[in-house]
């Protein structure tokens, strides 16, 4: 059974870095770019505004899901954070893990993570590695306009997901999360450290412009 399990958790990460680190970062940003658009396309069941003008960084992933008899998942994404003047440039994270129980078939799933605090922030740029639940808070985010003028702070990260087709918001207690330091060493052109990417000390690559501009709303 566990050779089974790594197998598939093999399987999907090796899935996630089939392509060179500077390719797979970009298109984690131009995918993370498409995520937050589609969960603002729908009011009524997106994020509300008040929460991402609010944030004080926004974490996105595109995780799969796959498994027959045991399960696993893997997936990449960025975080970014924000600045006295905009937003700074996007830094790589990935996630995965393994389950049991019969789940067969594959799924996609994305999530958006709003960070709310400066706590928060910082576990996305201070720790190589850390859960969420254990290292800081996370809970599932109020969701749609009848929410926004019942919002208040309730966790340092509200999470949020979108699967085919459904949005709603959901806990990611318990999900591990990795920077990629390859991938942002390609991205960035040298080496460099997600705390220097989110504090603003590197300037964000031409490929982020997207990205920067719908957040830019917020």
Known sequence: MRAIIFLIVATLLTACSTTSPEVGMQQDVDQATAIIQRFQEIPEKGIPPSVLKAARG????????????????????????????????????????????????????????????????????????????????????????????????QSAIYSYSRSQGFFAGVSLEGTAISVKDDYNQAYYGRAVTAQEILSGKVQPPAGARNLLSVLSKY
């Open 58 to 153: 926004v974490a996105i992933l595109t995780v799969t899901k796959a498994g027959f008899i045991g399960s696993g998942r893997g997936g990449t994404g960025v975080v970014v954070a924000r600045l006295d003047k905009g937003w700074s440039g996007p830094s790589s994270i990935g996630t995965g893990g393994a389950g049991f129980g019969f789940q067969a078939g594959v799924e996609v799933t994305e999530f958006v993570m709003i960070l709310n605090t400066p706590a928060a922030v910082e576990a996305f740029s201070k720790q190589t590695n850390f859960t969420l639940g254990g290292n800081v808070g996370v809970s599932a985010g109020p969701v749609g306009r009848s929410a926004e003028a019942s919002v208040g702070l």
